[in-house]
């Protein structure tokens, strides 16, 4: 079994501000955000996004597969709030007409790739 890692107090405040940072560079200050430390299983962070009420909730996982690095922490802000509050909607509306989970797959290809254009992966 792979030993788990627990993120810090530090770690949750630094992936806090990235979150922020993100949103703030997509410029989505309309969403209202509330953020977790707690575990959340096999991943390392969660979105759940809610586009009618305009909130978010943002998990880091207490329970990490290795130290996190702030690179690691800023590269799961950065796919949070992609996946969640850029391709969000497009992700609902596309699985409501969708028998599959193509768009959904694709949304994360999507999302690693501007990961590594804008954080240099």
């Keep these: 079994m792979k030993k788990k890692h627990e993120t810090t107090k530090a770690d949750f405040n630094y992936f806090q501000e990235r979150v922020?940072?993100?949103?703030?560079k997509f410029k989505c200050?309309?969403?209202e955000i509330f953020f977790f430390h707690k575990d959340i299983g096999d991943s390392s962070a969660?979105?759940?996004?809610d586009h009618t009420s305009m909130q978010a909730r943002i998990f880091l996982n207490v329970h990490y597969g290795s130290?996190?690095?702030r690179k690691e922490l800023d590269r799961d802000a950065f796919h949070e709030v992609?996946?969640?509050v850029i391709l969000g909607p497009l992700i609902m509306f596309s699985l409501q007409s969708c028998?599959?989970?193509?768009v959904f797959n694709?949304?994360?290809r999507i999302v690693q790739k501007m990961a590594n254009m804008f954080l240099g992966y």
């Design 29 to 31: 200050d309309e969403y």
């Design 106 to 108: 694709e949304s994360h």
């Design 67 to 69: 130290v996190p690095t």
């Design 82 to 84: 992609f996946e969640g």
């Design 46 to 49: 969660m979105g759940d996004i």
């Design 99 to 102: 028998a599959d989970r193509v």
């Design 20 to 24: 922020k940072f993100w949103l703030n």
